[in-house]
């Protein structure tokens, strides 16, 4: 059911044709009672995914600015156990940084075995800005494609598990989202002049997006596009393709000790 | 009314004339919605936290095993945004950060402005478990609450705000929680057979705590000693410690930049 929203790396895409307001015919309350179901299978994994300590999952999230990244993390993993799930924030990089291959920093931040690991942002970053802004070349691009297919592969034969998600919204209710950022005092702080420069680009973005999702959605680290319109269903959509995942990855409670039932307690 | 757990760093502290049994004599029912309203305003809290970005919130746990630090993290933090809260837990320390200071792992994962860290142990198991064993003489500890001391400071003026919480459960808690790791099979993972030779140190380990607690709690980074062999009362404690810091840090969402209201998005 979810492998419709997964990107084919042998199909074209062409986001015109993908609806961002698509909700499932769900309603707000369905969605809602859907998200809590998942939720509460997913806490039952993650707690497992810990104690098995053998494998690892990986989220990204990507999108333009008020894509939803932030409202994900914390609707659809806010009720996670936070011992077992570490959120990590690209920002632009440091010097420290930028004097490093670009996985230098994302590869210091992925998960260890037992553990969620979250991007909120990621290495396409470097695939992306930097593409539409012709900070680099085609040439350089595919380079990179190729950097990060592997680097991904890498983390799979590891055992960590992948799943890439970008969150679209369209154009309108960008609009629609940072005009709210400008209207409420609570959420002044979340605007920044700079993001009205990007959205100047969105065509550029959508086409970049299209390429960037085509040539690194792969069978070990698949993206999906999400929906993202509709808040509830995004949250809803993410967190079944999560659980989805959990139930592949079907992490079990480590055997116990030999012996334990001989031990008295003083 | 939580300064009575606060440790005055000028008073000797008997562990024995604490009740780790106390609840407040409040009622399961009751604390669990004391909880709840707690976490409710935490959350708002830790929102504004974060937009602010100019106050960190560092947060330690110690307790010997069974103590309840996992479930006071996945009770009290768990509901708080990911993104907001970093979880570290430190192990016994690799053979790199053996080659540094007691410091140098800790410092590296202290809370970033904005942030909310919590210490699932910490630097004090490097004046607990090794004084225990005499791996450290006196000097030596003493030097080390000093190093501590003065590393806390540090942390303190670059506002970050400390709160240190010994979870205290009696040793017969102990037994019962060490048994049903033993006699629960989704819990036997948590067991471990060294946790038995660490229990017959009990009374070392309570007079080192008495120390410890004694020697470090400042008025910058004070300790509290909390009642946790209850385990609703104990997380309905920690919140209201939390609570109580999160107003007297009062963070505030930061002034909207000039001409936002000029702002049209095309």
Redesign the interface.
């Known amino acids: 059911m979810n492998e419709r929203f997964k990107v084919d790396e042998n199909e074209k895409i062409d986001l015109n044709k993908i609806d961002p307001d698509y909700d499932g015919k769900l309603s707000k309350d369905e969605l809602e009672d859907l998200l809590k179901d998942n939720i509460k299978e997913i806490i039952k994994y993650q707690e497992k995914l810990y ?1 098995e300590n053998k494998q690892s999952l990986l989220i990204v999230l990507q999108a333009l600015d008020t894509g939803g990244k ?1 409202g994900t ?2 609707n659809v ?7 077992g ?3 990590t ?1 690209f920002k632009a990089p440091t010097s420290v940084e930028l004097a490093h291959d670009i996985l230098w920093r994302v590869h210091k931040n992925t998960p260890a075995k037992g553990m969620i690991g ?1 991007f ?1 942002r990621s290495h396409y970053e470097d695939v992306l800005v930097v593409k539409v802004r012709d900070w680099i070349d085609d040439e350089e691009c595919e380079k990179r494609y190729k950097h990060i297919n592997n680097f991904e592969k890498l983390l799979r034969d590891n055992n960590t598990r992948i799943l890439k998600f970008f969150l679209y919204i369209s154009k309108d209710e960008q ?1 629609k989202r ?2 709210e950022r ?1 209207s409420v ?2 959420k ?4 920044a ?1 700079g993001d ?1 420069a990007e ?2 680009l969105w065509d550029k973005y959508m086409r970049q997006f299209e390429e960037v999702l085509q040539k690194t959605s792969t069978d070990y680290a698949p993206w999906y596009i999400i929906p993202a319109n509709n808040k509830k269903y995004r949250n809803y959509l993410i967190s079944s393709i999560v659980l989805e995942e959990f139930k592949n990855m079907d992490p079990k ?2 055997e ?2 030999e012996g ?2 001989e ?1 008295v ?2």
Do not use: H, T
């Not at 993993?77 to 011992?83: A, E, K, L, M, T």
């Open positions: 104690a932030d993390i914390r993993f806010g009720p996670i156990n936070p011992q799930c570490l959120v924030s979250i909120n609009k940072l005009e400008l005092p609570e002044n702080w979340k605007f002049k009205l959205r100047k409670y480590p116990p000790e334990l039932d031990i307690i003083d």
